[in-house]
């Protein structure tokens, strides 16, 4: 139940012909606290309830339960969820072991594109594709629950 990720900006949009998979991805926050968010996703047609503990000083791994949802429930706790909704569309690409998850934003994150892989463990070597920029990993601005709450498009 510990989550270990690195993050990174996405410098072209290359990694769309490389996807296997593309969903639309609708969430908002019960809970945005810093020891404890509490996410509703509705990927598709499932929903998913997600509890995110603190990070770790360095961002790359922090406690993560979640349990799928029917979309009907997602839709409800969506509709109570606190202000700043996140819409998406994640695209998968495989990278020989491991799957780089790009998130395309919009709304008030749109112009944003942040990929994420996924590790065993910290030290976990990886492949690094063409289209991937700066690391951004452990920056705080860069999690959905403050894109919710300070979007990108306020960003200077």
């Not at 769309?16 to 019960?30: C, M, N, P, V, W």
């Not at 349990?67 to 009907?72: E, P, V």
Request: one cysteine or more; charged letters at 30%; glycine letters at 8%.
């Amino acid at each position: 139940m510990i989550e270990i990720e690195r993050k990174f900006l996405v410098t072209s949009r290359a990694y769309r012909d490389e996807a296997f998979k593309s969903t639309r991805i609708i969430q908002g926050f019960l809970n945005t606290h810093k020891k404890r968010t509490v996410r509703v996703r509705l990927k598709g047609d499932i929903g998913y309830i997600t509890v995110k503990g603190q990070s770790t000083q360095d961002g790359l791994s922090r406690f993560e339960w979640e349990k799928d949802i029917s979309k009907n429930e997602a839709e409800s706790l969506l509709n109570i969820c606190e202000s700043g909704v996140i819409d998406k569309i994640r695209y998968e690409v495989k990278i020989k072991n491991h799957i780089f998850e790009i998130d395309e934003f919009f709304g008030d994150n749109e112009g944003l594109v942040v990929a994420e892989v996924e590790l065993g463990s910290e030290n976990e070597i990886y492949e690094m594709p063409h289209w991937l920029g700066q690391e951004v990993t452990g920056h705080i601005k860069y999690y959905n629950s403050q894109l919710s709450k300070h979007p990108y498009k306020t960003w200077q």
